[in-house]
């Protein structure tokens, strides 16, 4: 028996390897493209069927890659069980092709049609393999089945042209794609002599064509991105200029308003209607949802407001009147709102709200809730509004607030809620009406570290009566 000749032995390894190294580093790179697609799709937190199935057919092909190149199955070194998997894989591959093919879209219903006549057939011979062993008519029947749905789809593929640069691009790489793997069906079942395996470099191709593409969709969000936070920039300087920002002189009040909004624009609005030496008129009010939607409606309330000052000294009055303007014209969003006129003249406050959380007085350290609530503003043209009046004292400090100072939450979905806020109110109740509205708007942002509202404070102290 003569033995191999060394020098023969090694050449051949070493050909061996030189062939598979490429295809080796293919496989690896497909893999890695699949898994940072399957990473992309998770932190997106969102179901995405495209990145789904492209990261299956991606990792499934890099797999067959790397399987069908090592460099001990080429000795003959391969055991049994891998042989079967390894073919079982080449039935399985298409399955997520095809149906990555329908999430492009780009050959209409047709793929769908094809990918269940397809991907049942490959599924059965996968697991016929793994059972019985790899049969020559498994392969025969595989590539003859996936020779024929994809001529079936380059052939609507070419029909259906037009679209972006984008789609054309990829309309390419993906019919380039397919020609080779026809080739490569093809030669598997004895057509062709000679076996180039140019498949792989094919789907390169085309990971290049969906890359450069992805990457022209990123530039061109990052620009449109960069054009919005200029617009929303923009709009909160518009909303900011409609709040007062300060509040005029008086010889009887002193009053201090904070806002913080949970996103660049916001739903929440304060206003005044009267302010002198003998008088004040203070509305706060919160529309329902966030962003530019509440806040294009917080600019309805606003101008509503402005029509009602005649009815300053009126509170039901001035609510009625804005619900009326507001009514069929907030798109199924709704406002609440709480409206208080005081009168240093007389040492008494007037108080109404459409379904705002109560007011609050402070005197001599102790919380008084003063609510007189109606029906929602924007939602109903038949609400109507009652006016509470109640006695004040020089020194009361009374408190307007939007819902998100009570929901705040913190990490163990604790909200703030009243009592937390009454303290607070007690705790600042020796701070000035500016300095009160910094440190409950701080201490609320301790306890809720993400904001998940908008925060909208309104103090105002009854300081002296003033001379009639």
Known sequence: MLLPDPQFARSEVLRIFNHAQVYLFLGAAIITAGLLA???????????????????FAILYGLRLEMNNQLLWALGLRPDILRRIDIAIDFLVPIPAFFFFDAM???????????????????????????????????????????AALVVIAITLARFGGGSP???LIRRGLFFFIFCAIYDNLTGIGIFGHYY???????????????????????????????????????????????????????????????????????????FFVASDREAGLLIADVSGHGIPAALIASMVKLA????????????????????????????????????????????????????????LLR??????????????????????????HSMQIGDRIVLYTDG?????????EEFGPARLSALICDTGRLSAVDAADQMISSIQKWSITQTDDLTVLICDFAAQSES
């Open 38 to 56: 399957a990473s992309f799709s998770l932190l997106r937190r969102r179901f995405d069927p495209l990145l789904l199935w492209f990261s299956l």
């Open 105 to 147: 879209n780009l050959t209409g219903k047709l793929v769908r049609v094809v990918a269940m006549i397809v991907c049942p057939v490959a599924f059965c011979l996968a697991a016929a393999t793994l059972m019985f062993g790899p049969h020559d008519i498994f392969s025969t029947m595989n590539s003859s089945i996936v020779i």
């Open 166 to 168: 984008d789609l054309t």
């Open 197 to 271: 395996n140019i498949e792989p470099f094919s789907f390169v191709v085309l990971i290049a064509s969906l890359g450069i593409v992805a990457g022209r969709r990123t530039l061109a969000n990052e620009e449109q991105l960069t054009v919005i936070q200029k617009e929303l920039e923009i709009a909160r300087q518009i909303q900011l200029s409609i709040l007062p920002s300060s509040f005029p002189q008086s010889g009887s009040f002193r009053i201090a308003a904070r806002y913080l909004p949970m996103t660049s624009v916001a739903g929440d609005l304060y206003d």
């Open 305 to 360: 407001a402005a029509s009602q000052r005649v009815n300053a000294d009126n509170p039901a009055d001035v609510l009625y009147g804005m619900n009326s303007t507001l009514c069929g014209n907030t798109q199924g969003q709704f406002v609440t709102a709480g409206y208080v006129y005081l009168n240093a003249s007389t040492c008494e406050l007037r108080y109404s709200a459409a379904a705002h959380p109560p007011m609050l």
């Open 364 to 389: 001599n350290n102790q919380i008084t809730q003063i609510a007189e609530n109606g029906l929602m503003l924007g939602a109903f043209n038949f609400a109507t509004y009652a006016t509470l009046t």
């Open 405 to 413: 100072v009570l929901e705040a939450t913190n990490n163990d979905l």
